[in-house]
Structures are given as structure tokens and as C-alpha cells.
């Protein structure tokens, strides 16, 4: 095990390697800000396009954090392959074991040359239990925040109502043409008559997982990955895959085609989908951002607000791995 730079210190740090894939697994299903995005088996998929630079703490041989990411010109990155990500800790960890965990990783990477750290947090409705130990330390070592998202969400126990007439229309259009939604186990008749022909025209892109990849993602969890497609007699109109965790159902892709956006499947969809997934403490919309968090897409804005979504960020800083030493003697 590479010990961090303090040989008194009980807290050491390592690169992570294949073999610790079931020490890092178990420590994810456990700890309280994580999900299964953090599983190796989800970050790997895509390991020909990052190179990982994950990071394990450990306290007297304990290991009490991880520290998802990959190295690209020299800088230590959340891993780019991730919706969010951050320092993910136990769920016993103190704050004051967080300072030490936090200070001897920045440290660490300084002594490899990595002078920056760019650190993507998870949104806090994704969080087990409470966990902002490292919104803090982000200040004490005077963090730069490059970047703010906005996500749009509904609590469900606090669900407002429908605030638009045109959702409305779009739901009652939705029923007088008989649409219906189905989950489904394959995704593609959504990717290919749907997702990627909207994508292409819209943006002339292409979406973030293949057809294979979001497949073999969804052999490895087929408990959080689920594809609800809308239909007007057997023609696939508009669909969304959704990410699902303990907390939070969150709709990763969102499309229709024009037979959908002319019969309301959307509105129809959402509808139905923010009833199936009551039972979770949130629904996530996803972000309304562009061009790195400076635009918001107003329209989509509107649409996730009219049912009921209200906003919560998603934080993106840059550290500088030498201010590990204004980590030194903060309590009085």
C-alpha cells in the first residue's frame, strides 16, 4: 500500500488496481453518499476512454473512502465518465476523520506532481445520509467553483401541482389518442427510432451511451436501469430511460418524435412516471443547462416546472492540491 506523505500518520492513500474491485464495491454499497454509478462495474464500462486514477483512503488499514476519478494532462479529474461524483465516504466517518481523509489525498497527489484537482460533488438528494463535510473543506482550501448546473426536481411528499394549462391539454391529448406506456426490457426501439434521430437533427449529436453500452449497463443493473417507452397502437412516439437509486428516480434520456410531440406523450409519460415512482423521496428531471452551466435552456426549463420541478444545484470545483496545508490546525 503507497502511503500518503506523514509516516506517523494512521490515514494512508492508494491507486486503485483490479484486484481491490471487491473491497471498492463493497465499500460503495455502504457508504452514505454514493450510488451505483460509483460501482466499478458501472465506471468500467467505458475504461478504454478514461484513465483511471481512482484513489482509496484508509484509516489503520480501514478503508473508510474512495475518491472516483481518472488523470487527463496532468490534472486529477472526478471521473469524466460520471454524471456527478466527489469524495465518497463511510458511513461512520466523522468530521474530523473527513479533514484528515481530505487533507492526505490532496496531499498525496501533490507529491505525484498533480497540481489540480477538479472535484464534481454529488447533488445532495442523492446523499444516504447527511454529508456536506466537504462543501466546508471545499472553502477552507479556497476551492474555485467553475462550474454550476441546475437540476430540476420534485420532492414527492411535497409534490406541488400541475401549474400549466398546456400540461393538462397535453395529458387529456394524451388519453383521447389512446397512447400507452410500457416498460420495457431492450432499448432499441427507442435509441434508433426515437432518441438518435431527435439528437442527430437537434444537435447533429449523438448520446452519452451507445445502444450496446446503455445494454450492457443494464445487464449489470437491471434493478436501477429501466426504459419506459410511450406507444400509439404499436408505433414507439417518445420513451425515457431511468436511472433509479434508493432516493431518487432520475430520467437520464427524455425523447419524442413528432407523432409524439403532436399527440402530448411526453406530458402523458411524465405523468404516468412521476405516479410509478411516488414512493422515492425525489424525481430528478435532470439539468436544464448549456455551454457549461452559463445558459439555461428556458423551454425545458419551463416544461420540468410545470410539473412540479424546482430547482437544486450541482457543483463543480478546482483545487489547488498544495492548500492541503490550510488543513493544518483548524480547530481552536
Given at each position: 500500500?503507497?502511503?500518503?506523505?506523514?509516516?506517523?500518520?494512521?490515514?494512508?492513500?492508494?491507486?486503485?488496481?483490479?484486484?481491490?474491485?471487491?473491497?471498492?464495491?463493497?465499500?460503495?454499497?455502504?457508504?452514505?453518499?454514493?450510488?451505483?454509478?460509483?460501482?466499478?462495474?458501472?465506471?468500467?464500462?467505458?475504461?478504454?476512454?478514461?484513465k483511471d486514477h481512482s484513489l482509496l483512503i484508509y484509516k489503520n488499514e480501514l478503508l473508510i473512502a474512495v475518491l472516483p476519478a481518472n488523470?487527463?494532462?496532468?490534472?486529477?479529474?472526478?471521473?469524466?465518465?460520471?454524471?456527478?461524483?466527489?469524495?465518497?465516504?463511510?458511513?461512520?466517518?466523522?468530521?474530523?476523520?473527513?479533514?484528515?481523509?481530505?487533507?492526505?489525498?490532496?496531499?498525496?497527489?501533490?507529491?505525484?506532481?498533480?497540481?489540480?484537482?477538479?472535484?464534481?460533488?454529488?447533488?445532495?438528494?442523492?446523499?444516504?445520509?447527511?454529508?456536506?463535510?466537504?462543501?466546508?473543506?471545499?472553502?477552507?482550501?479556497?476551492?474555485?467553483?467553475?462550474?454550476?448546473?441546475?437540476?430540476?426536481?420534485?420532492?414527492?411528499?411535497?409534490?406541488?401541482?400541475?401549474?400549466?394549462?398546456?400540461?393538462?391539454?397535453?395529458?387529456?391529448?394524451?388519453i383521447k389518442n389512446e397512447l400507452g406506456v410500457r416498460e420495457e426490457a431492450h432499448f432499441k426501439s427507442f435509441w434508433e427510432e426515437v432518441?438518435?434521430?431527435?439528437?442527430?437533427?437537434?444537435?447533429?449529436?449523438?448520446?452519452?451511451?451507445?445502444?450496446?453500452?446503455?445494454?450492457?449497463?443494464?445487464?449489470?443493473?437491471?434493478?436501477?436501469?429501466?426504459?419506459?417507452?410511450?406507444?400509439?397502437?404499436?408505433?414507439?412516439?417518445?420513451?425515457?430511460?431511468?436511472?433509479?437509486?434508493?432516493?431518487?428516480?432520475?430520467?437520464?434520456?427524455?425523447?419524442?418524435?413528432?407523432?409524439?410531440?403532436?399527440?402530448?406523450?411526453?406530458?402523458?409519460?411524465?405523468?404516468?412516471?412521476?405516479?410509478?415512482?411516488?414512493?422515492?423521496?425525489?424525481?430528478?428531471?435532470?439539468?436544464?443547462?448549456?455551454?457549461?452551466?452559463?445558459?439555461?435552456?428556458?423551454?425545458?426549463?419551463?416544461?420540468?416546472?410545470?410539473?412540479?420541478?424546482?430547482?437544486?444545484?450541482?457543483?463543480?470545483?478546482?483545487?489547488?492540491?498544495?492548500?492541503?496545508?490550510?488543513?493544518?490546525?483548524?480547530?481552536?
Amino acid at each position: 500500500m503507497k502511503k500518503s506523505n506523514l509516516s506517523t500518520d494512521p490515514f494512508s492513500v492508494k491507486k486503485f488496481t483490479a484486484e481491490d474491485k471487491p473491497s471498492w464495491d463493497n465499500f460503495i454499497r455502504t457508504a452514505k453518499n454514493s450510488t451505483f454509478l460509483f460501482q466499478r462495474d458501472f465506471m468500467d464500462y467505458h475504461s478504454d476512454r478514461f484513465k483511471d486514477h481512482s484513489l482509496l483512503i484508509y484509516k489503520n488499514e480501514l478503508l473508510i473512502a474512495v475518491l472516483p476519478a481518472n488523470i487527463l494532462d496532468g490534472e486529477l479529474h472526478s471521473h469524466q465518465g460520471l454524471t456527478y461524483g466527489g469524495l465518497v465516504l463511510g458511513r461512520k466517518v466523522t468530521f474530523e476523520e473527513t479533514i484528515q481523509i481530505f487533507k492526505n489525498v490532496l496531499s498525496f497527489l501533490k507529491n505525484e506532481g498533480i497540481a489540480v484537482l477538479n472535484l464534481k460533488l454529488l447533488p445532495k438528494i442523492y446523499h444516504q445520509l447527511p454529508s456536506d463535510e466537504i462543501d466546508y473543506l471545499l472553502f477552507l482550501v479556497k476551492a474555485a467553483l467553475i462550474r454550476r448546473d441546475i437540476t430540476s426536481c420534485v420532492e414527492n411528499e411535497n409534490r406541488l401541482k400541475m401549474a400549466s394549462s398546456n400540461r393538462l391539454r397535453g395529458i387529456k391529448k394524451g388519453i383521447k389518442n389512446e397512447l400507452g406506456v410500457r416498460e420495457e426490457a431492450h432499448f432499441k426501439s427507442f435509441w434508433e427510432e426515437v432518441l438518435e434521430p431527435n439528437l442527430k437533427l437537434a444537435h447533429n449529436q449523438k448520446p452519452v451511451h451507445s445502444l450496446e453500452e446503455i445494454a450492457l449497463l443494464q445487464s449489470r443493473f437491471s434493478e436501477n436501469i429501466k426504459q419506459f417507452n410511450v406507444y400509439k397502437n404499436t408505433e414507439i412516439v417518445a420513451g425515457t430511460t431511468i436511472f433509479e437509486t434508493d432516493k431518487v428516480a432520475h430520467a437520464q434520456y427524455i425523447s419524442a418524435n413528432e407523432t409524439g410531440k403532436q399527440n402530448g406523450a411526453l406530458d402523458f409519460l411524465f405523468n404516468h412516471l412521476l405516479e410509478h415512482f411516488s414512493h422515492k423521496k425525489y424525481f430528478d428531471f435532470g439539468i436544464v443547462n448549456e455551454k457549461q452551466g452559463t445558459k439555461i435552456n428556458q423551454g425545458l426549463l419551463h416544461w420540468k416546472e410545470t410539473f412540479g420541478g424546482r430547482s437544486i444545484v450541482h457543483d463543480f470545483y478546482e483545487i489547488k492540491t498544495e492548500n492541503h496545508q490550510l488543513l493544518n490546525n483548524i480547530f481552536i
